[in-house]
C-alpha cells in the first residue's frame, strides 16, 4: 500500500525567510497531492493541492512542486508571516488519501 | 449542512465505559474517514468508508474500536470498555470519493477518559 514519510518533523525559520516542507510516496498510482494546515486547537484545512499532470502549482506566497519520477513533492513557503505558524500535512491518494506524518513550523519573530 | 458535522464536541467518560462518536458528513460524500489526533501529534488513521462499506479497517488499535456507517451518510465510532490511552480528539472527514478530491474535516470530538 501507499505510504508518505514527510520531513523535517520541525522546520523554525525567521520571519521574512522561506520554508520547504518535503513529502515522498512509494504508490505510483497515486495522483493527488494536497497540503493541508492546522492550526493549534483547530481542524486541518486544505492550503494548496496539485494533481499529477502538472508540476508546480503557486498560490500567492506558498507554492507546490510535484516530480513524479523521484516520487516527491514539496511545499514551498516564501516571506513567512507569524501566521504561517501551524502544523503542515501533506498527503498522497490514488482513491483514499494516506498522510505524512507532521511539520511543525516556527516562525521566529 | 454546510460542513461536516460531528458530535458530541467534547465527552468525558469513566474508565470501563462505552462510548458513541458520530459523524454527518457532507452530502453527497461517498467517502469518509476516521483519525485519532493526540495532543502535539499527527493524524492517527482509523478507518475508511467508501459508501457503505470500510475497505480500510487497518488502523482500529483493538477490537475495542468498531465503527459503522449507515446509508451512506451518517458514521459511529463506538469504543468499548473506554482506557486512559483512548483520550485524544477523533476528527472525522469526507470527501466525494473520487481520485483526486478534497477531504474536509470535522471539528473534531474530544475524548477524555477519567
Known amino acids: 500500500g501507499e505510504n508518505v514519510e514527510q520531513h523535517p518533523s520541525t522546520l523554525s525559520v525567521q520571519e521574512g525567510d522561506s520554508a520547504v516542507i518535503k513529502c515522498t510516496y512509494s504508490?505510483?498510482?497515486?495522483?493527488?497531492f494536497p497540503w493541508y494546515k492546522q492550526e493549534l486547537g483547530k481542524r486541518p484545512q486544505l492550503i494548496i493541492d496539485i494533481r499529477s499532470n502538472v508540476g508546480e502549482k503557486k498560490d500567492q506566497r506558498i507554492a507546490v512542486t510535484l516530480n513524479k519520477t523521484a516520487k516527491h513533492f514539496s511545499l514551498h513557503i516564501t516571506e513567512t508571516q507569524p501566521e504561517d505558524s501551524a502544523v503542515y500535512f501533506c498527503?498522497?491518494?490514488?482513491?483514499?488519501?494516506?498522510w505524512g506524518a507532521g511539520t511543525k513550523l516556527i516562525i521566529k519573530p | 449542512g454546510a460542513g461536516v458535522s460531528q458530535s458530541p464536541s467534547n465527552k468525558v467518560t469513566e474508565k470501563g465505559k462505552d462510548v458513541e462518536l458520530r459523524c454527518d458528513p457532507i452530502?453527497?460524500?461517498?467517502?469518509l474517514y476516521w483519525y485519532r489526533q493526540s495532543l502535539g501529534q499527527g493524524l492517527e488513521f482509523l478507518i475508511y468508508?467508501?459508501?457503505?462499506?470500510?475497505?480500510?479497517k487497518s488502523g482500529l488499535p483493538s477490537d475495542r474500536f468498531s465503527a459503522e456507517r449507515t446509508g451512506g451518510s451518517v458514521s459511529t465510532l463506538t469504543i468499548q470498555r473506554t482506557q486512559q490511552e483512548d483520550s485524544a480528539v477523533y476528527l472525522c472527514?469526507?470527501?466525494?470519493?473520487?481520485?483526486?478530491?478534497?477531504?474536509?474535516f470535522g471539528q473534531g470530538t474530544r475524548l477524555t477518559v477519567v
Open positions: 498527503a498522497a491518494s490514488n482513491y483514499q488519501l494516506i
Open positions: 504508490d505510483s498510482a497515486s495522483n493527488y
Open positions: 468508508f467508501q459508501g457503505n462499506s470500510a475497505p480500510d
Open positions: 452530502s453527497g460524500h461517498t467517502a
Open positions: 472527514a469526507s470527501s466525494l470519493g473520487q481520485a483526486r478530491a478534497e477531504a474536509f
